[in-house]
């Protein structure tokens, strides 16, 4: 039989691979919709997100949905938004490299069932952890890689722009390439985003 989304959360609500299974509130499998048009991948749960076993949630989970509505993407309309991990590392540290290696069977499954047409990383460790790559994410984002077939393009992750508003011009350039690949591909990929809005 071929595995679906839910058995895939079944899994990750779960499991114990690691540490941080020991200090979650909730699990945080993703949100979003089937066959989306982009994966967004971030790095793992704040403290709202460990609240609420939903994944951006608290602030940066605010800018992130008005960066992707800036380009037509929506949560409820095109998207689909996981993290590297699906538990919350403590004092909101980056995961482990261990740790995200324990995580990682289930973000390629949660993409394999999928099958977005574009992945859209948020920072570092986000874009590390897809490439097995140590580049930073200066030199990492803004620009086009192939992902098992995948173009994946990388930007910063929202709380960096919460914390640096000098990143919001550059993010946006970032944005405006992957809707640029997005339109080239699917030229009415909006569609879905238009009628979402309407039906609001």
Not at 141 to 158: E, K, M, S, V
Request: hydrophobic content about 40%; aromatic content about 6%; some cysteine.
């Amino acid at each position: 039989p071929s595995i679906t989304l839910d058995s895939v959360n079944q899994k990750i609500v779960a499991c114990h691979n690691c540490v941080l299974s020991q200090t979650r509130t909730s699990v945080v499998p993703g949100e979003g919709v089937m066959h989306p048009h982009v994966m967004v991948i971030g790095e793992g749960p704040g403290e709202d997100e460990d609240a609420s076993g939903r994944p951006f949630v608290g602030k940066a989970g605010q800018l992130l949905d008005k960066m992707l509505a800036s380009i037509c993407l929506s949560r409820k309309s095109n998207c689909f938004i996981a993290n590297i991990v699906k538990c919350r590392p403590p004092m909101n540290r980056a995961p482990m490299s261990d740790e995200a290696a324990a995580c990682s069977g289930y973000l390629q499954a949660q993409i394999h069932i999928l099958k977005p047409k574009l992945i859209l990383a948020l920072g570092r460790t986000a874009i590390q952890n897809l490439l097995q790559s140590d580049k930073g994410i200066n030199a990492l984002r803004g620009q086009f890689f192939d992902y098992n077939g995948i173009p994946l393009i990388a930007t910063y992750h929202p709380s960096a722009l919460l914390r640096d508003e000098t990143l919001k011009r550059p993010a946006w350039e970032d944005l405006k390439k992957a809707r640029a690949k997005l339109t080239e591909l699917y030229p009415d990929y909006a569609a879905e985003f238009f009628k979402e809005q309407n039906r609001a």
